[in-house]
């Protein structure tokens, strides 16, 4: 282990250290406070703390350090989350806290530029030839225009927008007809589906920035983990017997619709993945899989839809589901940048 990758050092405001397993329940509880404080999007909870230190490769010994004041409490945290080191073109994300009592100090900055610094040592470590650039990013609340700044200040530029959108499903609302398509059509999904859907997703996300695909086990956990909601879900075939394109490991699958039905107070229908093979966009494929969507909610007896939209253009995106009903809420955009291997002269 060479000095620099066993250098925890972000910089003389706070001691730092190398995060340990037993500081999560104190990390997670300067976690809360910067939430009460932030109100964000999303929140992280101890158990998430757990589960992410718990994940393979996930070394967060080496990724993770912590910023504590004279006291001894922990005022301040950096995370970097890497992926496999076996992917093609590897990925990093991060997290980042600081308390707002302590924000007025430029630590969010240094924090920011040690994350991507230890990304790239990490880069460097797993790096062989046929390694591609590596992706370094995080997600910030829209709203949050401090901690917008420091990713900016850091070199980090806006890349991918996430948002929930939602409408009601009331009884006797006038839900738009599914339109007939003429190449492809939308059926029910099925578990004989299964892994094909797995491959075009794959595809769908393959060039969204710091995406990594799925594998198999991960994805045949998260239908396991809702198996009945399978009836809710739909796929886009397209109407030949041969595959939608030469080699195409996604078969006749071009788009999916994957659904799944909360239990709780809200009796909402809920699109957890939706994605049109790349080359076969603009043919109203995906407008097809909501509406079928939609309907399939509403039969159940579901009262609202609601869908979680990746997109690398938010207002169109906006535009497409609002046509269909859809509001949407707070937006967070993902920061990244990404590095290449440079080449010599």
Known sequence: MTPEWAEAFVDDVLEWSFMGFDDLEEVAELRAAIEY???PVQTISYADFVAAWNRPGAHASHHAVVGRERSGSIVAYGWNHPGLPTDANPSVWFDIGVHPAWRHQGIRHRLTMWLIGRAQQWWEHIRTAQTGALWVGTTVDEKRGGLTRSMIEAGLTPQRWFFDMHRPLEAGDSLPPLPKLTDVSIVPFDDSLSELVRQAHNEAMATRPGSSPVSAQ???SSINNHPENSQLSWVALVNRDTPAHEGAAHGRVVGYAMNLAYDDET???WTERLGVCPWCRKKGIG???VIAS???FADAGLTSAGVGVDTEDPNTAARFFGVLGFEETERVVVYGR????????
Do not use: N, Y
Request: hydrophobic share 35%; no cysteine; aromatic share 14%.
């Open 37 to 39: 404080f932030d109100d």
């Open 218 to 220: 991960a994805w045949e």
């Open 267 to 269: 009796s909402e229908g």
């Open 287 to 289: 407008r097809a899989l």
């Open 294 to 296: 939609m309907r399939g």
């Open 338 to 345: 990404t590095f290449r291997v440079e080449q010599p002269d």
